[in-house]
Structures are given as structure tokens and as C-alpha cells.
């Protein structure tokens, strides 16, 4: 089984960065793709990001241009570089671990990002 521990969220003015980081514990990473999504207060868990095992990433529209994913194989690790915030990107973010053949998948536990105006 997989556990994912993510890391990296805070407070930031609008116009700032973040990068969010999520560790993958388990076996077998390169057979999973990595996910972000997001979810505010009252509204529905949003995907903003994914990442292949081979690096080919998707992005929501109101993130393309701003967001940027990446995994590092040696390291088990997922980022999310999040550049040119804005006050609507505030959210608990989660990062996800969907295995490709199963389709099973794993949350992380989730980070607040917060970016004031």
C-alpha cells in the first residue's frame, strides 16, 4: 500500500510562490500517476494537476501558465510549483496516487495555501 505526506503549504501575497511537496512511501511509484487537487470551503474538490510516470503533465485552465508539476523518481517525490497566486487559488490542496492499471488510488492528508489580496 501507498502513503503520501504533503508539506509545503502556508501563506503568501498575492503575486507570491509556493511549492508543495508530497513524499510517496510505498513500492512501485513509477506505476502511479501524480495528482493535485484542491478544495475550498463549501465548494468541490477541483483537479488542478497531473504528472505521468514519464513526465507528461495536464493542467486545469485556471492554473496553465502559473502551475507547474514534476516528480523526482530517485526521491519518491511529487511538487507542485505554484508561481503568480492569486486569492482564488486559496484551498486545502491534495496531493493524489492513482496506480495505472488498478486505477486504485491515495490521498495525502492536504495543506492550506492561503493568499491574501
Known amino acids: 500500500q501507498v502513503q503520501l505526506v504533503e508539506s509545503g503549504g502556508g501563506l503568501v501575497h498575492a503575486g507570491g510562490s509556493l511549492r508543495l511537496s508530497c513524499a510517496y512511501f510505498g513500492s512501485q511509484f513509477s506505476l502511479y500517476v501524480m495528482g493535485w487537487y484542491r478544495q475550498a470551503p463549501g465548494k468541490e474538490r477541483e483537479l488542478v494537476a497531473t504528472i505521468s510516470s514519464g513526465g507528461g503533465t495536464n493542467y486545469a485552465d485556471s492554473v496553465k501558465g502559473r502551475f507547474t508539476a514534476s516528480r523526482d523518481h530517485a526521491k519518491t517525490m511529487a511538487y507542485l510549483q505554484m508561481n503568480s497566486l492569486k486569492p482564488e487559488d486559496t484551498a486545502v490542496y491534495y496531493c493524489?496516487?492513482?496506480?495505472?492499471?488498478?486505477?486504485?488510488?491515495?490521498w495525502g492528508q492536504g495543506t492550506q495555501v492561503t493568499v491574501s489580496s
Open positions: 493524489n496516487a492513482l496506480h495505472i492499471g488498478t486505477r486504485n488510488d491515495y
